[in-house]
């Protein structure tokens, strides 16, 4: 079968499309031929050689990625045969080998969500990995429709999922992306995530925080949502992160679910920045304990785009291509979340 590997730790060109042999399900296992592999920023550490957390290094050659979807084309014993056949997505575990930039994946049925048949294996898997973190955030964040939130990297997988929960919440929502096509899609969720009737601009703004000055085009934005920041959900970590979190109020909360920035900021409970003294935050991230059943944050999440609740934006790049969908997302050039198809 095809699948991507690398005999080396480094860019994102030690990736290459190989031939391996098929895989075979074990007991309580499925066979999955795989449509759509999910790309993570975790991925891409994995391959440069770094240690997130507590997934181990693999053991090279190794085939990245730990989300997929696809149709079930072989059994394992004691699976049952209704399985065969279906459209399912999955997410392959914090195992070190990966596994899933490859045509077959082999999966433990309890692994396994039945995708509806409306909803898209691409956006299926969004949901696996990124969808249920999105969640876990939520819930550790507790927006209400009292709150003005900041979204750091609103045009990415997490972000734009982010801004749809507060906005959904009642909450106003100031929302940072890198670049004007960045802007520009942020701008057209919002508009579509309220009814015709509604002014979204009343309860959305959007800065391009990578143009210079753009604190200040914040602070204005802030001004014209009605007020300081409440509550800040940081993706990105380094010195954006850090200047999102100096736009809270006093008593503000932070929110980390990621670094994607490669620098992880530190908040001490007594620390004061601006004048904005963070007391109460938590971190959602891969080197943080997870909280709750994971299989539930899977279901939450899938169960909202579903609904249509969340609308889900894909940047799908071929499987061959796996190496320039790495260096996109390591130089930030994507939106939504990254699929590989």
Not at 173 to 181: H, K
Not at 253 to 266: A, F, Y
Not at 301 to 313: P, T
């Amino acid at each position: 079968m095809d699948a991507v590997r690398h005999h080396a730790f480094g860019p994102p060109e030690t990736l290459a499309l190989e031939q391996v042999p098929d895989p075979t399900p074990g007991h309580g296992q499925v066979l999955v031929a795989v449509s759509a592999h999910g790309v993570h920023l975790l991925d891409t550490a994995i391959r440069r050689g770094a240690t997130v957390g507590p997934v181990p290094l693999p053991t090279l050659p190794a085939i990245p990625g730990r989300e997929v979807g696809g149709t079930i084309v072989d059994l394992g014993a004691g699976v049952e045969h209704s399985w065969m056949g279906a459209r399912v997505a999955a997410h392959l575990g914090p195992r070190p080998d990966g596994g899933g930039y490859a045509r077959h994946a082999v999966v433990d049925v309890d692994a396994l969500h039945d995708l509806p048949a409306h909803l898209a294996t691409a956006d299926g898997v969004a949901m696996i990995g990124t969808g249920r973190t999105a969640v876990m955030t939520l819930e550790v964040a507790a927006i209400t429709a009292a709150d003005t939130v900041i979204v750091t990297a609103a045009a990415g997988g997490m972000g734009s999922l982010l801004v749809q929960a507060a906005l959904s919440a009642g909450a106003r929502v100031l929302a940072l992306a890198g670049g004007s096509d960045k802007v520009s899609l942020v701008e057209d969720l919002a508009r579509r995530s309220y009814p015709a009737a509604q002014d979204w601009q009343g309860s959305c703004a959007v800065v391009d925080y990578s143009a210079p000055g753009w604190h200040v085009d914040a602070l204005t934005a802030l001004r014209g949502l009605g007020g300081s920041a409440t509550a800040v959900l940081d993706g990105v970590g380094g010195d954006r992160g850090s200047s999102a979190a100096r736009l809270l109020r006093p008593d503000g909360r932070l929110i980390v679910h990621g670094w994607s920035s490669g620098d992880r900021n530190e908040f001490d409970d007594d620390e004061v920045a601006h004048g904005a003294r963070i007391t109460a935050r938590a971190v959602v991230g891969p080197r943080a304990e997870p909280p709750g059943d994971l299989r539930r944050y899977q279901e939450e999440a899938l169960a909202r785009a579903a609904s249509g609740q969340w609308r889900i934006h894909t940047h799908q790049v071929p499987l061959a291509e796996a190496a320039r969908a790495h260096r996109d997302l390591e130089e930030r050039r994507t939106t939504g979340k990254v699929v590989l198809v």
